[in-house]
């Protein structure tokens, strides 16, 4: 879409736009059930075009949950990206393993790293080095999640050991990195946010919150803690001391469990008494950390295979989903409808027009739906657990 016309658009106004426009390439940045939609809308569009854009899609972060899922629902793209060698091995596995075709999936790194090689704390006195002027205490950043762990109870867990480390190490500054700040939208919704449970405890004077860019607080980490956070391959890229918490369990639902052989899972227990963790130099490589510097190169495979893609002679073969009518008909018209798409791929009687702006009436009752949404899950449901826990 032109930079000049970004706007909210449905899953129909996107394809249509698709069937109008010229593109060589179309990144498919959306969640499975999307991006299944799409392939199948894309496949229904460019019926019959003697050439048609790569189409490229793949994750973000670390793939530690829905596995075969969220990959069968990518499956139709000319590139799903593997952002680690260890996620092109078991994406390769799970398209041969249902018999898909697998020659899609193309390792890169993780697209979110960067930031300077960390250098050392000066000295257990807790310093960093450099003039005078320039020191600063050794610092450790405690970088949460969302939504992991969700309870009340777990957070506060968290919390008062975190306080309590500060207490225990009062020359060094205690930083906890938080998501947003109060009132800013984000993508995950939090029932239980810290910097409203921290208000009911008592932090010492080296304890404090920090919110902004990930990257730059990593400019002055010493020790990065969290539970399972893209935080921690950030500070294994940079060669950060990293600690993945085991306080409440290696558990799938946490997601710490992806760290089981990083040499990175330690207790607060451990940290108090002065751990330091080493990551393991050969897990650390499978992940797509790239801690090695060839970071800059990492990503010359998917270029080098979509040059080769849009350069083939009388272009490329319609996209073919693993899910279609046949293979997942209980399924895939489900995932389809959602998306106002038909079985076959094409819109439904009724989809959204797609030069057809949203009205005042109906921008103002997806504000006040989303607010509405926004109270529940933060005020109302919170109540409705407690009420039901009595």
């Given at each position: 879409m032109h930079a000049d016309s970004l706007r909210e658009?449905?899953?129909?106004?996107?394809?249509?736009?698709m069937a109008e426009e010229e593109y060589d390439v179309v990144v498919v940045a959306l969640v499975g059930g999307g991006v299944q939609a799409v392939l199948h809308g894309l496949k229904r569009v460019w019926e019959g075009r003697e050439k048609r854009p790569v189409v490229v899609t793949g994750y973000v972060g670390v793939v530690y949950e829905k596995l075969a899922d969220g990959l069968l629902l990518r499956h139709g793209a000319d590139l799903v990206l593997a952002n680690s060698r260890q996620d092109a091995d078991r994406f390769r596995a799970v398209y041969e393993g249902v018999g898909a075709d697998a020659s899609s999936v193309t390792e890169v790194a993780l697209p979110f790293l960067g930031g300077a090689a960390y250098e050392g704390a000066a000295s257990s006195r807790g310093t960093t080095p450099g003039p005078p002027a320039e020191r600063r205490p050794y610092t450790v950043v405690f970088a949460v999640q969302p939504s992991v762990p969700d309870s009340r109870k777990d957070r506060t867990y968290l919390l008062n050991r975190l306080i309590r480390h500060a207490r225990l190490h009062p020359e060094r500054e205690v930083l906890l990195k938080l998501r947003s700040k109060p009132g800013e939208h984000?993508?995950?919704?939090?029932?239980?946010?810290?910097?409203?449970?921290?208000?009911?405890?008592?932090p010492p004077a080296n304890f404090r919150l920090v919110y902004g860019n990930m990257g730059e607080v990593l400019d002055r980490t010493d020790l990065l803690v969290t539970i399972s956070s893209t935080a921690a391959l950030e500070s294994?890229?940079?060669r950060i001391p990293t600690v993945v918490l085991t306080d409440l369990g290696v558990r799938e639902v946490l997601g710490n469990h992806h760290f089981v052989g990083s040499g990175c899972l330690a207790s607060w227990d451990q940290l108090d008494a002065g751990h330091r963790p080493v990551a393991d130099p050969e897990w650390v490589?499978?992940?797509g950390v790239v801690a090695d510097g060839s970071y800059e190169t990492a990503f010359d495979a998917a270029r080098e295979r979509i040059a080769k893609l849009l350069g083939r002679p009388g272009g490329l073969a319609p996209l073919t989903p693993y899910y279609t009518p046949a293979t997942a008909p209980g399924y895939l018209p489900g995932i389809l409808a959602r998306h106002h798409l038909g079985p076959d791929g094409s819109p439904l009687p009724g989809a959204p027009a797609a030069d057809r702006e949203p009205g005042p009436v109906r921008q103002i009752v997806r504000r006040a739906a989303r607010g509405a949404y926004r109270h529940g899950v933060q005020r109302v449901a919170p109540v409705i657990r407690r009420m039901g826990e009595l």
């Open positions: 658009v449905t899953t129909v106004e996107f394809l249509r736009a984000t993508t995950h919704i939090e029932e239980q946010p810290y910097q409203k449970l921290v208000q009911r405890l008592d294994l890229h940079r490589a499978r992940q």
